[in-house]
């Protein structure tokens, strides 16, 4: 597993590489802009250039893009699903300039509009995006929240990757927050394994590519997507410790985006403690 967290690119893309290493991480996170913005940030080939060198002379093996968080891919609104398609492009263009291991996708939400049209607008996007960009994997993360998320369970992952296209640059990336606060039972060895069973059986392991390492602040099915520091929420350390000893993640980067101490996203303790999870969920297993 290669343990790492959401850094900030502020100041340079490859500024972010730095911030990576001197938390420890072994994979890394980053927004490729303002993801509260849709005005997307410039980068030139040199940019790409740089990052890619940092990352070459670093200990970080993965970066990992997050998207815009106002892209809604399923909208009705055709203004927005037009800037929803620019932003998924741009993201998979720096992706595939970078070397990324993926963008990451909330990839829209229903907000009270039938679900099945809904879902075919957003893998109708979805599969625009990724006709204009070459190599990025595009990784739909497992939702929670009230507005309709799509996402919030494997049979919906697997209707937007199959509304896509089911391409192979299409993959998942599981958050641990977001499947406690939409309803599973993710806090012991055997409940997760079973979670992980149904994952396979509907979306498929083969497309799992990352996962997000949050405590949640809110309780199992509360439907809300708030992350708490690790070991202060609702997963707590034992919840946490069986999710990061999983052996079907074991190739996989697991990224933390807590608040962290000061409330600027996961520190250096953070990874720390993730790994010491890990080891301890590891021992207990054997
Ligand atoms: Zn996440
Ligand atoms: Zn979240």
Not at 45 to 50: L, R, T, Y
Not at 106 to 121: L, Y
Not at 147 to 156: A, K, T, V
Not at 246 to 266: M, N, V, Y
Request: charged fraction near 30%; include cysteine; glycine fraction near 10%.
């Amino acid at each position: 597993m290669l343990i790492g967290g959401h850094v900030s690119t502020a100041g340079g893309l490859a500024n972010a590489v730095e911030r990576g290493s001197e938390r420890d991480c072994e994979a890394i996170q980053i927004f490729h802009q303002s993801p509260r913005m849709w005005r997307p940030t410039a980068y030139t080939d040199d940019d790409f250039e740089a990052f890619r060198q940092a990352m070459d002379a670093s200990r970080l093996d993965v970066v990992v893009i997050h998207a815009v968080y106002l892209i809604n891919c399923a909208s009705k609104e055709r203004e927005v699903r037009r800037k929803s398609l620019t932003s998924l492009k741009h993201a998979l263009r720096i992706g595939d300039g970078i070397g990324a291991g993926g963008v990451v996708l909330h990839a829209g939400a229903r907000k009270g509009e039938p679900h099945e049209p809904s879902v075919k607008r957003a893998g109708k996007a979805i599969r625009e995006a990724l006709e204009s960009s070459e190599r990025c994997p595009l990784l739909l993360e497992n939702t929670a929240g009230t507005q309709g998320p799509l996402g919030r369970n494997f049979d919906e992952l697997a209707e937007l990757i199959d509304a896509a296209g089911a391409g192979k640059r299409l993959g998942a990336c599981l958050d641990c927050c977001h499947l406690l606060a939409s309803g599973f039972e993710i806090r012991s060895i055997d409940a997760l394994a079973g979670v992980i069973d149904e994952f396979d059986a509907k979306v498929g392991l083969e497309r799992l590519h990352c996962v997000h390492v949050n405590d949640s602040k809110v309780p199992l099915g509360a439907n809300r997507d708030r992350h708490a520091n690790l070991g202060d929420g609702e997963l707590g350390r034992k919840g946490l410790r069986v999710f990061l000893s999983e052996p079907r993640f074991e190739d996989l980067p697991a990224l933390i985006e807590t608040p962290g101490s000061d409330g600027h996203g996961p520190d250096r303790n953070e990874v720390r403690t993730a790994k010491r999870l890990r080891r301890d969920g590891l021992r207990q297993r054997t």
